[in-house]
């Protein structure tokens, strides 16, 4: 699985957005990208995933640069709630064999 | 519908103990997975199951035991227990969904101390 690059910590002002990239610049052509986020040792939460093209839910939206090699995710109107670690994942075969590896993740703080 | 629920939230176990946490899906999800996440570190995977009475060892699979005995129940067996399994434990599980993707829904953890 491609490993990924992420800072280590951000801010964010209430109300902003927020913008968290990865780099995953050896990820092959059948994997995806998948953000999680854990909210203070509860258990990681799935906010998106995709594939090729930029994805958009309620949560969030993924943007993927054309040669795959980046994403960023976008939170677009960042509360305090949205402080977290936000762990960017790329794996194969949909991470059925668990084979998610977490990594340290970026701790976003979104100040008042 | 209520997830993945994990029991028990806390133990604390003395050395050498054995015990079993708990894991339960209501999701009917054909996989299910054990990760344990020590002190400012990401997750690890340390067993897991891609349907009933299949099971596959994670990374760190070494004092543990799983089995899978209905899609619902994936309990996790701590043998002769370490203080080195202190940690957190998180229950999953998932489904492949036709795209191919496989998202995963956490438990809300196991907070394991070894004295």
């Known amino acids: 699985d491609a490993k990924t690059t992420q800072p280590t910590s951000m801010d964010c002002a209430e109300g902003r957005a927020a913008n968290l990239p990865c780099n995953h610049s050896?990820?092959?052509?059948?994997?995806?990208v998948y953000w999680y986020r854990q909210i203070h040792s509860q258990g990681p939460q799935y906010i998106i995933h995709?594939?090729?093209n930029n994805e958009t839910n309620e949560m969030a939206s993924l943007i993927i640069t054309e040669d795959r090699k980046s994403s960023t995710l976008i939170l677009p109107h960042a509360t305090l709630r949205d402080t977290a670690v936000y762990y960017c994942i790329v794996t194969s075969y949909g991470g059925s064999q668990g084979n998610l590896i977490f990594g340290k993740g970026t701790k976003l703080s979104v100040k008042p | 519908n209520a997830g993945v629920t994990q029991t028990p939230k806390f133990r604390i176990l003395k050395i050498g103990q054995s015990m079993t946490l708990q894991c339960t899906q209501d999701m009917n999800h054909n996989y299910m997975y054990w990760y344990r996440q020590d002190p400012g570190m990401g997750l690890k995977l340390i067993y897991y199951?891609?349907?009933?009475?299949?099971?596959d060892k994670g990374e760190v699979p070494n004092g543990y035991n799983v089995s899978r005995s209905t899609t619902e129940d994936f309990p996790l067996r701590l043998e002769l227990a370490a203080p080195s399994q202190t940690s957190v434990y998180f229950c999953?599980?998932?489904?492949?969904?036709?795209?191919?993707?496989?998202?995963?829904?956490f438990g809300a953890g196991s907070r394991l101390t070894v004295l």
């Open positions: 999953a599980s998932s489904y492949s969904r036709s795209s191919g993707a496989n998202v995963l829904t």
């Open positions: 995709g594939l090729k």
């Open positions: 199951s891609v349907g009933a009475g299949i099971t």
């Open positions: 050896t990820i092959s052509g059948n994997e995806y």
